[in-house]
């Protein structure tokens, strides 16, 4: 009897985990929020392989849930007039507005009063100090050492909603591990390079090559945009007797957002949208983040190669350290980066992750071909920005010693939000040796000075974008 019944829990357990309702917080692109993205499973053990032990750290980290930035509280405020007069138009051609959902009627922008914005959030620092409390129980060895700024590095960007993450994860790696109040916090150091000169975690902003990119892909991912919105928008006319234009879906669709990730608010402009809409809203996001921040070009992640060499001399330097026997605490142990998307979603292309189409797609990225654009839903997808850059969205690389190995004695293994990740580098391991870690993943990468590539008439030319037509006959299929 208990058998059965364990039987039928297992099946209904089962069940349940296949068939989770719809949650649009799951579905905001890189508006996630971390917690959602990883569906509530938090690991406190990674089983290190077989006689082996971690010797070093690298940690790329996005910023936590954040405000949205002054140029958005005006769109928001805009929408808010444009609202009101949709409505006054409704009634002033005579129509009722018994379709109308109230909350629509008379409604404010919460963030109406705030002058400034981009900053993070409350719910932001939370995620940032819970992951460096975790970090530090999935590898107690590494963190057991006292603390010294050379030993434990922290960087972050000069952005305050980097910084401030950079913050909240250390004093939760850190805590208890002081004496300043109650909780023990310690102090600790985040250095900042320069905005305008941080090539590493601030490649986007230092490339004139890139930044004429994306001004003039911008217009070309709203054209690809249009016919989503458009369908969308014709629906919502329909089913709510409002005359909305497709600038107001947008918007709706960025309140829909800030309301799901920062306010916990799912019934007000998210449930305008029915699901499928929301997929191919999520899907448009996705598409953006894909041209202008990932595979889509491979300009995108090429430029963030000074970071990927930054974390290799890391290792190496880890490796003599250990080679060499130096004593604890006169070497690095953990390298701890805290930045922003267009960091953590070009540095993710460079490992080769999150690629559609298995092997295909890595031998592309190799020869930095541009990727075809991700597949319109109902089709399923592997590139998702909820998933590989959400609100504090990290990779973690961990170097480790196995000197049971003969043939190599040092692997890296790579965690994406605290998860490991096969690498199709790797020959879909998420366990590589660290010298084929160098020459697949690495090294064909290496050929780029950051300088030369960014320089605007650089020998190297400037990848042809895919034209809009041709995008667009992708976009349909
Ligand atoms: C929407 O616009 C059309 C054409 O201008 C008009 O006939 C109709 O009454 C408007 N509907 C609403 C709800 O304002
Ligand atoms: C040693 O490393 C190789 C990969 O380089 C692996 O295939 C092998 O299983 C490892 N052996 C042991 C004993 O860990």
């Excluded at 031998?363 to 592997?382: D, N, V």
């Excluded at 096969?422 to 990468?445: E, L, R, T, Y």
Aim: with cysteine; glycine share 8%; proline share 6%.
């Amino acid at each position: 009897m208990a058998i059965i019944f364990l039987i039928f829990l297992f099946l209904f357990t089962n069940l349940g985990a296949e068939e989770l309702p719809f949650g649009v917080k799951q579905h905001l692109s890189t508006v996630t929020r971390y917690g959602a993205a990883k569906g509530g499973r938090n690991r406190n053990y990674i089983p290190a392989p077989a006689g082996c032990v971690p010797i070093h750290l690298n940690l790329v980290a996005r910023h936590g849930t954040r405000a949205p930035t002054k140029k958005r509280i005006r769109e928001l405020n805009n929408l808010e007039n444009q609202l009101e007069m949709l409505l006054r138009a409704a009634v002033g051609n005579g129509l009722s507005l018994h379709k109308v959902p109230s909350w629509l009627k008379g409604w404010k922008s919460p963030w109406r009063e705030k002058v400034t914005g981009g900053e993070l959030i409350p719910e932001g620092e939370k995620e940032l100090y819970d992951l460096g409390i975790r970090t530090r129980k999935l590898f107690t060895d590494l963190f057991s050492d006292d603390y010294h700024p050379d030993v434990y590095t922290i960087r972050a960007t000069q952005i305050p909603r980097a910084s401030a993450s950079a913050v909240a994860f250390g004093m939760g790696l850190f805590s208890g591990r002081g004496s300043l109040g109650s909780d023990r916090h310690r102090a600790f150091s985040v250095v900042s390079e320069s905005r305008a000169s941080d090539t590493m975690l601030r490649f986007f902003d230092c490339c004139q090559r890139y930044e004429d990119y994306r001004k003039n892909q911008e217009p070309e991912v709203d054209k690809l945009k249009e016919p989503v919105l458009d369908d969308i928008t014709k629906s919502l006319t329909e089913r709510y007797g409002l005359n909305f234009t497709r600038q107001h879906i947008s918007s709706l669709w960025f309140l829909c957002k800030q309301e799901a990730s920062l306010l916990d608010i799912t019934d007000q402009a998210c449930g305008l949208f029915s699901p499928s809409e929301v997929a191919l809203l999520e899907w448009t996001d996705d598409m953006e983040v894909f041209i202008l921040k990932g595979y889509g070009n491979s300009l995108n992640y090429k430029m963030g190669v000074p970071l990927l060499q930054d974390i290799v001399q890391s290792m190496e330097k880890a490796i003599t350290a250990k080679e060499e026997k130096q004593v604890p605490g006169s070497y690095e142990k953990a390298r701890l980066r805290f930045a922003h998307a267009e960091t953590v979603l070009p540095f993710t292309c460079l490992l080769g992750l999150f690629l559609e189409g298995e092997g295909h797609g890595f031998r592309q990225i190799q020869r930095e071909q541009s990727l075809q654009l991700p597949p319109r839903p109902p089709a399923t997808r592997i590139w998702k920005g909820s998933v590989v850059a959400p609100f504090a969205g990290n990779n973690m690389l961990v170097l480790y010693s196995c000197p049971a190995n003969s043939s190599d004695e040092y692997f890296v293994q790579v965690l994406h939000n605290e998860e490991p990740i096969a690498m199709p580098g790797c020959d879909g391991s998420d366990f590589c040796s660290f010298k084929m870690f160098k020459d697949k993943i690495v090294a064909p990468h290496l050929e780029h000075d950051f300088n030369t590539l960014c320089t605007v008439n650089g020998e190297e030319p400037m990848l042809a974008p895919k034209s809009s037509a041709d995008a667009e006959s992708r976009f349909y299929m």
